[in-house]
């Protein structure tokens, strides 16, 4: 018997409003005709729902913690341990670690040896072998240097400098024989990483994926090779090798490609101005 039905038969004994125990006969009356020992029992009910309400709310708030807890831990932990047991974006997912301070020749350097570090590593190798000092002779020798494992940086520079050297290269892009633009244009070629994804991680080597958008061409009035945008994906083969990720091999290929937006294009003016105002940066998780 509830509280509310012992109210309503006469067991009043012992309430401290000294109501009860006269020994006076009680008529219980309908719901919602004016019994004053009616409205004793909504309050209970009401009280009783909340309790039920709050522990359904508890127990899916520790439910929705208990999954989170399963989901949101794995994906920082994978990328260091295994890297490619969770791919997609949480393989890029920013993580609080603030980035290298280190240089190397101009490049990031001091990554961390994690799978975390070598997708830094690949990301800051794809914007400066991407770059425009890549034409040139003097800073091209001090990337590859900085980027490549010494065991294959000599060979590396040996192919690159037949390609980028090349004078029939250099003039189908419009670029002078020293690699430099022709007067009133300026030469763009820049790489920005979209996303890294760790392919395969070990203790001392990496196969790191990195997602990029290239932009690439002459500045300038009448140039015959305005800036347009490519989008690759290279992936990296990384060695541990005195305190920093080097890359030891690469590979290319075209996309993935998303659908342009139906924009105006800069005039060449305000890409050249974008290009020298607008500076790089270095990228970590």
Do not use: C
Not at 162 to 177: R, T
């Amino acid at each position: 018997m509830s509280l509310g039905d012992e109210s309503n038969y006469g067991s009043d004994a012992g309430r401290p409003d000294g109501m009860g125990g006269s020994g006076q006969t009680r008529t219980r009356l309908p719901e919602g005709e004016g019994d004053p020992y009616g409205g004793a029992r909504r309050p209970v009910r009401a009280s009783r729902s909340l309790i039920t309400v709050v522990g359904v709310v508890v127990l899916l708030i520790a439910a929705i913690a208990f999954a989170n807890r399963g989901n949101g831990t794995s994906g920082d932990s994978s990328d260091d341990s295994n890297g490619s047991k969770r791919p997609g974006s949480n393989a890029t997912a920013a993580s609080g670690v603030k980035p290298v301070t280190g240089s190397n020749n101009g490049i990031a350097s001091g990554f961390a040896h994690t799978g975390q570090g070598a997708q830094s590593a690949a990301a800051n190798y794809a914007v400066a072998l991407g770059s425009d000092g890549m034409f040139k002779e003097d800073t091209r020798h001090s990337i590859v240097k900085a980027v490549y494992a010494p065991d294959v940086a000599a060979s590396q520079l040996s192919d690159l400098d037949k390609v980028y050297s090349g004078q029939k290269f250099l003039a189908s892009i419009g670029l002078k024989a020293d690699g430099s633009a022709p007067p009133g244009m300026t030469f763009v070629s820049r790489t920005a990483p979209v996303g890294t994804k760790a392919v395969k991680v070990a203790a001392d080597s990496a196969s790191v994926s990195v997602w990029y958008s290239s932009l690439f061409g002459l500045a300038g009035e009448g140039s015959t090779n305005p800036v347009s945008e490519s989008w690759y994906t290279n992936t990296f083969e990384l060695k541990w090798i005195n305190g920093d990720w080097r890359v030891t091999g690469s590979s290319q290929k075209d996309g993935p490609v998303p659908v342009g937006r139906d924009q105006t294009a800069s005039s060449a003016k305000d890409m050249a101005d974008a290009v020298k105002q607008f500076g790089g940066f270095t990228y970590a998780r």
